[in-house]
């Protein structure tokens, strides 16, 4: 879009998104863009359903430090994506629009929106209306009616996320290479899966959970399984946006 195109948005309507992802390894198969890259396209996918809702580019990079033994992973500190987040919505909030929504793709970066939508929320109160989700955590229930794997099955490189690139960038999955690795993570209070519930917080380094990257079965991945994956998320942000949009935005009192 050009400079003339934004100014003439209806700030009133429009939703804007900010996807996040990483640069970071995904197994032996699988593209080190992987986050980003599914992130921007369910973004893209739900503006076009929900309407009035525009997509900026993505900063790539993400917090990544737990892959950072496998080659090709890039991380940025947590102040570093904070500070770029904060200083990408304090611009748009300048322009007017007042509806923003932080759409994440990586698991890693779950602490970091926490922070920012509070920080955000904060900092823009009664200019902006600012919220954050990971997509496939919103998505949970619709992904889970659609998986193969039994739990630990869906982690990372693995049976949705292969497939789901399988879906939008076939050419970008070396599916030959790919090895199914199901992960003790070493206690009933953690899980590994994608899907999974767990209260405690702690640091997994990916290193030691597998040899190759890979959580997850991504054997049981095919382009047929990823368009069904990508429609299941996609509808269900889709559906948050039209809700969002709506949302009351409180008047900032002294």
């Given at each position: 879009?050009?400079?003339?195109?934004?100014?003439?948005?209806?700030?009133?309507?429009t939703v804007v998104i900010l996807p996040l992802g990483s640069v970071e390894q995904h197994g032996n198969h699988m593209p080190l863009g992987t986050d980003t890259l599914l992130a921007?396209?369910?973004?893209?996918?739900?503006?076009?359903?929900?309407?009035?809702?525009?997509?900026?580019?993505?900063?790539?990079?993400?917090?990544?430090?737990?892959?950072?033994?496998?080659?090709?992973?890039?991380?940025?500190?947590?102040?570093?994506?904070?500070?770029?987040?904060?200083?990408?919505?304090?611009?748009?909030?300048?322009?007017?629009?007042?509806?923003?929504?932080?759409?994440?793709?990586?698991?890693?970066?779950?602490?970091?929106?926490?922070?920012?939508?509070?920080?955000?929320?904060?900092?823009?109160?009664?200019?902006?209306?600012?919220?954050?989700?990971?997509?496939?955590?919103?998505?949970?229930?619709?992904?889970?009616?659609?998986?193969?794997?039994?739990?630990?099955?869906?982690?990372?490189?693995?049976?949705?996320?292969?497939?789901?690139?399988?879906?939008?960038?076939?050419?970008?999955?070396?599916?030959?290479?790919?090895?199914?690795?199901?992960?003790?993570?070493?206690?009933?209070?953690?899980?590994?899966?994608?899907?999974?519930?767990?209260?405690?917080?702690?640091?997994?380094?990916?290193?030691?959970?597998?040899?190759?990257?890979?959580?997850?079965?991504?054997?049981?991945?095919?382009?047929?399984?990823?368009?069904?994956?990508?429609?299941?998320?996609?509808?269900?942000?889709?559906?948050?946006?039209?809700?969002?949009?709506?949302?009351?935005?409180?008047?900032?009192?002294?």
């Amino acid at each position: 879009m050009t400079s003339p195109e934004i100014g003439a948005l209806d700030r009133a309507a429009t939703v804007v998104i900010l996807p996040l992802g990483s640069v970071e390894q995904h197994g032996n198969h699988m593209p080190l863009g992987t986050d980003t890259l599914l992130a921007q396209a369910v973004s893209l996918a739900a503006a076009e359903t929900a309407g009035d809702t525009i997509v900026m580019p993505p900063p790539w990079y993400g917090f990544s430090a737990h892959h950072m033994r496998f080659p090709g992973s890039i991380t940025l500190r947590p102040e570093t994506l904070i500070a770029v987040v904060e200083d990408v919505v304090a611009s748009v909030v300048t322009h007017g629009f007042r509806r923003i929504l932080i759409v994440n793709g990586h698991g890693g970066n779950n602490g970091v929106i926490d922070v920012l939508a509070s920080t955000l929320g904060h900092t823009h109160y009664g200019a902006a209306r600012i919220a954050a989700l990971t997509y496939f955590a919103l998505a949970r229930e619709a992904i889970a009616k659609l998986r193969k794997s039994e739990s630990g099955g869906m982690g990372h490189a693995c049976e949705f996320e292969t497939s789901m690139v399988q879906h939008l960038r076939p050419e970008l999955v070396k599916i030959a290479l790919a090895e199914t690795t199901y992960p003790d993570p070493g206690s009933r209070y953690l899980t590994t899966d994608l899907l999974g519930a767990q209260a405690i917080r702690l640091y997994h380094d990916f290193g030691d959970l597998s040899p190759t990257g890979t959580l997850g079965d991504p054997a049981l991945a095919s382009p047929e399984a990823g368009k069904a994956f990508f429609d299941a998320v996609t509808s269900e942000l889709a559906t948050f946006i039209a809700n969002f949009r709506f949302w009351t935005i409180p008047e900032r009192r002294p």
